[in-house]
């Protein structure tokens, strides 16, 4: 539970993302259930439970998507995220798949795995990790933190920079897609990572009903 309310509200801040990946895992949950109760599972009232609490927030969030897209005229802030996060775990612990569940969260996941240096305080950890707006072309790039040259040099080996550099990136998925991607316009980076979020719970879906016997029984 606490998890998932903080790993959505870290991975967020560009028009669309908080709405736009509540969303994507929220049909992912719904399509679950929905195979569940066609195959006729001994947990038949689990998934129906989950399906009543996750068909109206799933609606609910697409209205609110098509405000929080690029550009936006509604900002979600940390009360959509908490309520989003925390619709999902309720889902995945009532409906008893909550192994299943984290499937859906494979980029939440990655981001804060990633995000640990700097959450962990071990390099500086700025206020806002965005990326900044390059003033020169308009397009999104990534955001950092100074540094002295030849201080963290663990850090920047990993990142696969210079050892003497001065600047590091913030360690957040929605820099390493600028960084891998390159600078794109805000709603270009927010379909990258919306494209993203589907591609892995498509995978995670995959997982689960042909290698899941193995590790789920939910």
């Known amino acids: 539970a606490?998890?998932?309310?903080?790993a959505i509200n870290i991975y967020a801040g560009i028009n669309g993302l908080e709405a736009g990946q509540s969303f994507v895992i929220g049909c992912f949950i719904m399509l679950y259930c929905a195979l569940q109760l066609s195959l006729d599972s001994e947990d038949h009232h689990h998934y129906m439970f989950a399906l009543t609490l996750i068909l109206p927030f799933v609606g609910n969030t697409l209205g609110l998507l098509a405000?929080?897209?690029?550009p936006s005229t509604v900002f979600v802030g940390d009360t959509f995220c908490y309520f989003a996060g925390m619709t999902?775990?309720?889902?995945?612990?009532?409906?008893?798949?909550?192994?299943?569940?984290?499937?859906?969260?494979?980029?939440?996941?990655?981001?804060?795995?990633?995000?640990?240096?700097q959450l962990f305080k071990l390099v500086p950890?700025?206020?806002?990790?965005?990326?900044?707006?390059d003033e020169a072309s308009g397009l999104m790039v990534p955001s950092g933190f100074e540094c002295k040259a030849g201080q963290y040099r663990f850090w920047k080996a990993i990142l696969l920079l210079p050892s003497d550099a001065t600047e590091m990136p913030n360690f957040t998925v929605i820099n390493w897609a600028l960084r891998v991607?390159?600078?794109l316009s805000e709603r270009d980076l927010c379909m990258a990572l919306m494209v993203l979020q589907v591609v892995?719970?498509?995978a995670g879906l995959v997982l689960r009903?042909?290698?899941g016997g193995h590790f789920f029984d939910g």
């Open 2 to 6: 606490i998890f998932c309310t903080n």
């Open 67 to 70: 405000y929080n897209w690029y």
């Open 200 to 202: 892995t719970c498509a």
């Open 209 to 211: 009903f042909y290698a």
């Open 88 to 117: 999902f775990a309720v889902v995945g612990i009532h409906g008893h798949f909550t192994k299943p569940l984290w499937l859906f969260f494979l980029p939440q996941l990655a981001n804060f795995f990633y995000s640990i240096p």
């Open 181 to 183: 991607l390159g600078p």
């Open 125 to 133: 950890c700025p206020r806002h990790r965005l990326p900044r707006v």
